[in-house]
Structures are given as structure tokens and as C-alpha cells.
């Protein structure tokens, strides 16, 4: 009875060699681009393949974030059955952008992703209005964030100081829609003449928001 045990003790007993791969390749989101410390809009996916080109399942991946400040939603992943593995990547405030993969058998592969930071804050509607003193505007104030390169950014904060003339901005701040824009109401002051409003996002150059109070 005792002989039968020695198959299956054997086999608990072997040992079992870690997964390993020839290649690691990422086969989606290398080199997007994105808002400073927001999250890429496609997920990056990694794949592990033997030396027949077959997908290597478990094997262990690590994840660091060389450059950039930016972070990922797991340090370590495992590839599914394909030899596939995919983790979400924000990125941090810098411009250049690289995370590191690590998997064993495999060279460290880098990807590269642009954080883009508020270059412009451009008047798109409601500058140059008249109306009589201590009135709401008629047009809404609306201003558009962009990077260089001229692409809106969403979820800016953006602040709205009023510099001449008085008056109030509702709100005082907030933040850019999907297509970069920001709306406010503006009120003029109680005295005829000149009003401004000074316009921040981020470290761009601000912009200056003007009308004119009629008595």
C-alpha cells in the first residue's frame, strides 16, 4: 500500500519551473498623450511570448515609472493565457513621460507617453461686452485652455480675478469642460467705465477679459 503513494508524493514534490518568456513587445498605448495627472485614455497592454511565438501565461511583470511623476494602477501584473497583461498609466506633471516593464528572460522594455501642461488661455466668447453698470453681461464669459500644440485640456482649474471697475464672477473658479472651455457670468461694477478680469490656468500667460460699463 505504501508503494502506491510514491507516483503522486512524486509529483507534489516536483518542482515547478517559473514562468519565463524569449520576448515582452507592448502591443497597445505607447506614445499618448494626455493633461498633466490624468489618466491615458487607452490602457497599455504587454504581451509575452516564447521562443515559438506562444503566449507565456503567469508570467510576473513589474512596472516603474522612470520619468514624468506619474503613476500605475499595479506595480506588478501576470499575464492571462495569452501572455497578455495590461495596467492603466496617469501620467505625472513633467512632459516626458517613460514607464519601465520588467519581466524575466526579457529585456526591460520602455514605454513613452506626453503630459500636456496649459500653454494658452484663449477668449473664445463674451470679451468687449457693454452694458450699464452693476448689470450682468448678456453674453456668458467663455475662455479655452490649450497646450502647445493647440490641444484642449480638460479638468483645469481655472481662476477669474476681476482687476477694474468692481462688479462680481460667478463662479470665481472652475474648471474646463471636455473641449477645454470654462464659463462664468460676469456682473459689472456700480461705477461707469472700464471693468477687467484677469484670467489664470496653470503657468500659462493669462488673459485679460475687458468691458465696459455704460452709467
Known amino acids: 500500500a505504501s508503494l502506491a503513494l510514491v507516483g ?16 515582452l513587445t507592448l502591443v497597445q498605448g505607447d506614445g499618448q498623450q494626455r493633461r498633466a495627472g490624468g489618466l491615458l485614455p487607452i490602457p497599455l497592454v504587454f504581451r509575452a511570448v516564447d521562443g515559438d511565438g506562444r503566449g507565456v501565461k503567469d508570467l510576473p511583470i513589474t512596472l516603474t515609472v522612470e520619468a514624468g511623476g506619474g503613476a500605475v494602477d499595479s506595480a506588478s501584473v501576470k499575464t492571462n493565457a495569452s501572455g497578455e497583461a495590461r495596467v492603466r498609466w496617469t501620467v505625472g506633471q513633467a512632459t ?9 528572460g526579457t529585456p526591460p522594455l520602455r514605454a513613452q507617453a506626453t503630459a500636456l501642461v496649459p500653454a494658452e488661455v484663449e477668449i473664445a466668447q463674451g470679451n468687449n461686452q457693454t452694458a450699464r453698470s452693476g448689470a450682468v453681461l448678456p453674453n456668458t464669459i467663455v475662455v479655452r485652455v490649450r497646450s502647445v500644440g493647440g490641444v484642449a485640456l480638460d479638468s483645469v482649474p481655472v481662476s477669474f480675478l476681476i482687476t477694474a471697475g468692481g462688479g462680481t464672477i460667478t463662479p470665481q473658479s472652475t474648471i474646463t469642460s471636455a473641449s477645454g472651455e470654462a464659463s ?19 503657468q500659462a500667460e493669462p488673459a485679460v477679459v475687458s468691458a465696459t460699463a455704460a452709467p
Open 96 to 104: 516626458a513621460q517613460t514607464l519601465m516593464a520588467q519581466a524575466p
Open 184 to 202: 462664468v457670468r460676469w456682473t459689472l461694477g456700480p461705477q461707469a467705465g472700464a471693468n477687467a478680469v484677469l484670467v489664470r490656468a496653470g
Open 8 to 23: 503522486p508524493l512524486a509529483a507534489c514534490q516536483k518542482a515547478t519551473a517559473p514562468a519565463s518568456a524569449r520576448d
